[in-house]
């Protein structure tokens, strides 16, 4: 079942062929290697429910590490920079795997995250040269282990990067929102790099996609504000932790953020945008699901969740982040009522959960679901440039209308 399909090349002709190649390459070794990230132009999966291989083609010969992550089950493979030119069904999860992700993780590193249903092990990671080093080729066999065996990989692994990337000791409370400058207003384009988020029904769009083509469109209405500027937390395709996204907000003394979203749902009838503010009880389960689904994004990433320290018990810091979330309450009114009669809203379209992406205490922050990739129709307008414009131009307003209250109100 796992035996890899190759092509037969006569004996005269192969002879002619890595001559050829030897003539071709031969000068290349007296120069540096090639430059910019390796090439993923092929892969295959194939296997059953207790062993899988996995096979993925390679421009040049690439490095690799294998480690394993518990709760859920997985295997990470990690890259240098790789851009992977292959379609999703190429490594869509079969076999022993549920699911397969791969994609940037940072600068100069990839990643692929194998998650599977129940404990597995790698019995074979090798790379094999493929006729006249013209290409690699990585081949991973997994087969399934004890629970036990499992925990022993993982403890005896010298390997210490699945926990959330810190910087040290983060202070409980960080320069925010500034007084003087700009008002500024942080777009975080949800997802990105090894994690694409939802994907279209239709045109299998990702949502990482959609999400940064919006984060744009609105990031350039909110800067021809007066006095107004917006930062991207990610302006390109790559994975960032939620820690990591509140952090770059309250780093650039943020005075909103917007987390840009456009999930899934089981019920493809469901459609229309959502404005969600953080709260320790979900209005109702949709609310509790979704955020739930949201907040997975690190593990989908591979890296090891772990609570945040216990917070000082401060009077201030329960006032600030009180008046915060009186403030995230408000700028969601004022999308919802901007975007009545021109963008169509889920019914009760201001829902509240615990997204961890809202967790800034000092910056008030919403998340708009712009709409559900799992409805053909929502899918239709959200990859559309032109309803983008429009609605980050609404956004761009109700901003502005919000800004306009909370100075009257001695904000």
């Known amino acids: 079942m796992l035996r890899l399909l190759t092509k037969k090349i006569p004996h005269a002709a192969a002879a002619m062929v890595a001559l050829l190649c030897l003539s071709v390459t031969a000068p290349a070794h007296a120069v540096s290697a090639p430059a910019g990230p390796l090439l993923v132009f092929g892969a295959r999966i194939a296997g059953d429910d207790a062993r899988t291989r996995l096979v993925i083609d390679f421009d040049r010969k690439p490095e690799f590490k294998v480690h394993y992550v518990a709760n859920p089950y997985r295997v990470l493979i990690d890259l240098p920079e790789t851009a992977f030119g292959i379609k999703a069904d190429e490594l869509e999860a079969r076999g022993i795997f549920s699911d397969i992700r791969y994609g940037t993780m940072a600068a100069g590193r990839s990643r692929i995250v194998l998650t599977a249903s129940r404990p597995i092990g790698v019995v074979l990671a090798e790379v094999q040269e493929e006729q006249g080093a013209a290409s690699y080729r990585l081949v991973i066999d997994t087969a399934i ?51 694409n988020g939802a994907r279209g029904g239709v045109t299998k769009t990702e949502e990482k996609n959609v999400t940064l083509a919006f984060a744009r469109q609105l990031a350039e209405a909110l800067n021809k504000l007066p006095g107004t500027r917006a930062i991207l937390t990610r302006d390109k395709d790559e994975f960032l932790s939620l820690s990591q996204r509140v952090q770059l907000a309250r780093n650039e003394g943020a005075n909103l953020l917007i987390s840009i979203h456009a999930d899934t749902l089981k019920q493809k009838d469901i459609r229309g945008a959502t404005v969600y503010t953080i709260s320790d009880k979900a209005s109702d389960s949709l609310a509790a699901n979704l955020a739930e689904r949201e907040n997975l994004s690190d593990q989908i990433a591979g890296i090891s969740f772990s609570d945040e320290p216990a917070e000082v018990a401060d009077i ?44 800034a205490p000092d910056v008030p922050s919403v998340l708009l679901e712009l709409g559900f990739m799992s409805n053909k129709d929502d899918e239709q307008l959200l990859i559309d440039p032109a309803w983008q414009k429009k609605v980050a131009g609404l956004v761009a307003k109700a901003v502005e209308e919000y800004r306009i209250t909370i100075v009257a109100n001695g904000g």
């Open 145 to 195: 282990v004890t629970d036990q065996a499992f925990q022993d990989q993982v403890e005896k692994q010298s390997w210490q990067e699945a926990a959330a990337p810190t910087g040290g000791e983060t202070p409980v409370m960080l320069p925010g929102s500034r007084v003087d400058g700009p008002f500024v207003i942080a777009v975080d384009a949800g997802h990105g790099g090894i994690d």
């Open 316 to 359: 201030l810091l329960d006032l600030t982040r009180r008046e915060t979330q009186a403030f995230s309450i408000n700028l969601a009114r004022s999308v919802v009522s901007t975007f009545k009669n021109e963008v169509l809203l889920i019914n009760n379209p201001h829902r509240h959960a615990g997204f961890r992406v809202l967790t």
